[in-house]
C-alpha cells in the first residue's frame, strides 16, 4: 500500500516543475490528485498523461490569486473525489530585477501571487479541513532564509511564506491540520533561465541544480504521516547553500 493511498491531493503549479514532479510521486504512492494551474494546456496535457497511466487525476484551471477560482478548485476537488487531505501550496513566480527600477506594479504582482495567492488557498484548505484534519505543504524557497541582489520582492514573499507557515500552523494544530513549508535551494525547472543554469550550478555547494524529483520527495515525506510530529516547520533542501 502507498503511503498516500486514497488520499485526495490538491497541487498547485501542478503543470509544471516541481508540481508536476509531486503529483507523478503521490500518484505512486497510492493519492488522487488535482492539478491546479493557470496553464490550461500544459495541465490538460498532463492530466491526461497521469490518466493514461491508470492514475485518478483532475485538472482544475485557476489563478491563485482570486478568491474565487480558489474556492472552485476545492468545490470540484469535493464534487469528483468527495474530500481534500493534502495541499501542496506551490504555485510561485520569480523574475530577477533591479529594485530602484522595479514598478510598485510588479512588486505588488509578485508578492499578489508568492505570499497572497499561497495565503488565499491555505484559507480555503484549513475552511476544509477543521473537522477531518489534513496537511498542508506551502512551497517557499532558500530566498526566505536569506537575501540576494535583483529579487526583494520575490525574497519578501518568501520570507512571508516561511512565518505565515509558522503562524497557520501554530493556529490549527490542535485541529490536526499540520502545516510545514518547503524552502528549495536552484533547481532544474522552467522558473530558471536556460543561461543561468552554469552560474548557479557553480555557487551552490553541491555543484549542480537540484532536481524537481528530488522535491517531491520531500514535500513526500511533509505531506505524508512519516512527518506526523512536525508542524510549523520550513524544510530547506538546497544542496548545502545556505549552509554557506
Ligand atoms: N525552481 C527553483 O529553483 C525554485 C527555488 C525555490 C523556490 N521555488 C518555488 O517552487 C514553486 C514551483 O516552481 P517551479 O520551479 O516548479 O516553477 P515552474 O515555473 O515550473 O512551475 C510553476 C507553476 O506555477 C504556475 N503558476 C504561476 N502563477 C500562478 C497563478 N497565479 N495561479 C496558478 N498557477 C500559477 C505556472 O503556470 C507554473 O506551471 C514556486 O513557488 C517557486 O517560487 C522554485
Not at 537575501?147 to 485541529?175: D, F
Amino acid at each position: 500500500m502507498g503511503k498516500l493511498q486514497d488520499r485526495v491531493a490538491i497541487i498547485t503549479g501542478g503543470a509544471s516543475g516541481i508540481g508536476a514532479a509531486t503529483a507523478k510521486l503521490f500518484v505512486s504512492e497510492g493519492a488522487k490528485v488535482v492539478l491546479v494551474d493557470l496553464n490550461e494546456e500544459k495541465g490538460k496535457a498532463f492530466q491526461e498523461e497521469l490518466q493514461a497511466q491508470g492514475a485518478e487525476a483532475l485538472f482544475v484551471k485557476a489563478n491563485i490569486t482570486s478568491e474565487e477560482e480558489v474556492a472552485n478548485v476545492f468545490k470540484e476537488t469535493t464534487n469528483k473525489f468527495g474530500k481534500v487531505d493534502i495541499v501542496f501550496n506551490n504555485a510561485g513566480i520569480g523574475r530577477v530585477h533591479s529594485s530602484h527600477d522595479l514598478d510598485y506594479s510588479e512588486w505588488r504582482n509578485t508578492v499578489n501571487v508568492d505570499l497572497d495567492g499561497v495565503f488565499l488557498v491555505a484559507r480555503e484548505a484549513i475552511r476544509g479541513m477543521l473537522e477531518s484534519g489534513g496537511t498542508i505543504v506551502n512551497t517557499a524557497s532558500m530566498y526566505g532564509w536569506v537575501g540576494s541582489p535583483g529579487s526583494a520582492a520575490y525574497n519578501a514573499a518568501k520570507a512571508g511564506v516561511i512565518n505565515l507557515t509558522r503562524s497557520l500552523a501554530l493556529e490549527y494544530a490542535e485541529k490536526n491540520i499540520r502545516i510545514n513549508a518547503l524552502c528549495p535551494g536552484f533547481i532544474d525547472t522552467p522558473i530558471i533561465p536556460e543561461e543561468s543554469k552554469k552560474e548557479l550550478s557553480s555557487i551552490t555547494p553541491m555543484k549542480r541544480l537540484g532536481k524537481a524529483e528530488e522535491m517531491a520527495k520531500a514535500v513526500l515525506f511533509l505531506a505524508s504521516d512519516d512527518s506526523s510530529y512536525m508542524t510549523g516547520n520550513s524544510l530547506t533542501v538546497d544542496g548545502g547553500y545556505t549552509a554557506q
